[in-house]
């Protein structure tokens, strides 16, 4: 019953104690998936509990992303690292790249709400009908241009969080103000993606800074409240939402309870122990518990089916990174949502619901096959240590938010690939060109001073008198 993944993510988990990080973002992720069918606790009907190929396989897989991690740890030297910026410079030096991040985050809300008013036919009365409206429809000028703006909101959300202690009171409220567009943006839509990456960010951030805080030297800060309220508070306002959606986005066509709609969809049974207690508890925890072990869960038997199944020729990025394959369709002729109904199709042929989430390395093995998925996730594990060591540094803040998106992306590899979230990914160049601009900007910098130290020197050298020869 998964024993042997279960096993390996254990020891991981003891083995990467002192450094935390990918790995632990990884592991833990990927025991809360595993668990409740390691335990019994729900059976998907058409999941083999003793398939040793399939433990094999994704204990593989995982071991790829775990040995990139590794190999850049172990085989990478240790840089010496310089001394810690104050959180009140590195402040000052990212302060341009976030007002130009809020300024896209304010464009992007006032897109998304102008597309909302445009919908007609539902309201945030009846989520269930705005859902499906809003999955039907066209995409409009407005949600396009909100779909590209709005990973602005997250940036700043990161940037208020990072420097709570040296911002002042209106400018961290200020900061903090876009994330209230990023959780429109679920809620016009009727969805769980922003809220769930509102909450990781909120919780991944805190403790990044947690980190950084312990090399840093003490300095006087002003306070904004405990950390650890913060954490709370947005933990439960969004737990607080998922939850209701989970209940008022229900297909009453098909039954008036979520849960059965659910065990219909997916096909699994409760442990009768597990659904008794459920029951006594009453039918709202009953449906929110539910709705959370199949939201994490249920990737992983129908990952078992995708590895059953003969997918078609590569897709060669359609899957993993499909903001970017859309832009170059004319030029490749990889069509992204040709390759999204043939995984559809494919899946519904192996008689499981065919828009449930198979995981990111299913992602990965329609895009680039066997050994390019194996590939794909040492260099993401490679990359993820790459990055963690260096936001623990504290010397840029940008590379805090791109480790931000790594500790993301480990997070979703038992659902979907992070980097095909339009957001994620944009949000994740724009830290890369900031990073490339700061770099070329010092270096001009250095040059530059270089050369007047030079030019001081030249200026002050006294030429000694040579005296005349007989």
Not at 64 to 80: A, E, M, Q, T, Y
Not at 135 to 154: T, Y
Not at 261 to 286: I, M, N
Not at 385 to 390: E, F, G, K, L, S
Request: aromatic share 12%.
């Amino acid at each position: 019953m998964l024993l042997t993944t279960t096993v390996l993510l254990l020891l991981t988990l003891v083995a990467s104690r002192r450094r935390k990080g990918p790995l632990w973002a990884l592991s833990i992720i990927w025991l809360v998936s595993l668990v409740p069918i390691a335990t019994g606790a729900v059976r998907f009907n058409y999941f083999a509990n003793f398939d040793l190929a399939y433990e094999a396989t994704l204990a593989a897989f995982l071991s790829c992303f775990i040995l990139g991690v590794f190999w850049h740890d172990k085989v990478v030297p240790l840089s010496r690292l310089q001394p810690a910026r104050t959180p009140d410079v590195e402040r000052v030096a990212a302060r341009p790249w976030a007002r130009f991040g809020w300024w896209a985050a304010s464009l992007g809300t006032a897109c998304l709400c102008i597309d909302y008013i445009q919908l007609d036919g539902a309201g945030l009365d009846d989520l269930a009908a705005l859902r499906d409206l809003y999955i039907s429809k066209e995409a409009s000028v407005f949600a396009r241009l909100g779909s590209v703006l709005s990973w602005g909101c997250l940036y700043c959300f990161a940037y208020a969080l990072m420097f709570r202690e040296v911002l002042k009171r209106r400018q961290f409220a200020l900061y903090l103000l876009p994330v209230v567009g990023y959780f429109l943006m679920a809620l016009f839509s009727a969805g769980r993606q922003a809220a769930m990456q509102i909450l990781i960010f909120a919780l991944l951030t805190l403790a990044l800074k947690r980190t950084q805080d312990a090399l840093r030297p003490r300095v006087r800060a002003k306070r904004h409240g405990s950390p650890l309220l913060m954490a709370l508070i947005i933990s439960a306002a969004m737990v607080g939402y998922m939850g209701y959606v989970a209940g008022a986005r229900n297909d009453a066509n098909i039954s008036a309870d979520k849960s059965e709609v659910l065990a219909q969809l997916f096909d699994f049974t409760l442990a009768p122990s597990v659904d008794a207690v459920l029951r006594a508890a009453g039918p709202g925890v009953r449906t929110t518990f539910v709705e959370g072990v199949i939201y994490f869960s249920s990737p992983v038997p129908l990952f078992s089916r995708f590895l059953q199944a003969d997918p078609s020729s590569p897709s060669w990025g359609a899957m993993t990174f499909p903001f970017v394959l859309r832009q170059l369709e004319p030029l490749t002729g990889i069509s992204v949502i040709g390759a999204l109904e043939a995984k559809i199709e494919m899946m519904r042929n192996m008689d499981v619901i065919g828009a449930g989430w198979t995981t990111a390395i299913s992602a990965y093995l329609q895009d680039f096959g066997i050994f390019g998925a194996g590939l794909f996730l040492f260099l993401q594990g490679y990359y993820s240590a790459w990055a963690w060591r260096r936001a623990r540094e504290g010397t840029n803040f940008h590379h805090a938010v791109i480790a931000l998106l790594v500790l993301t992306s480990a997070i979703y590899m038992p659902l979907v690939p992070a980097v095909s979230d339009t957001n994620i990914f944009l949000m994740w160049l724009y830290c890369l060109l900031a990073l490339y601009w700061q770099g070329r900007q010092m270096t001009m910098g250095n040059q530059a001073k270089s050369l007047a130290v030079t030019a001081t020197k030249k200026a002050t050298t006294v030429t000694p008198l040579t005296p005349p020869l007989p």
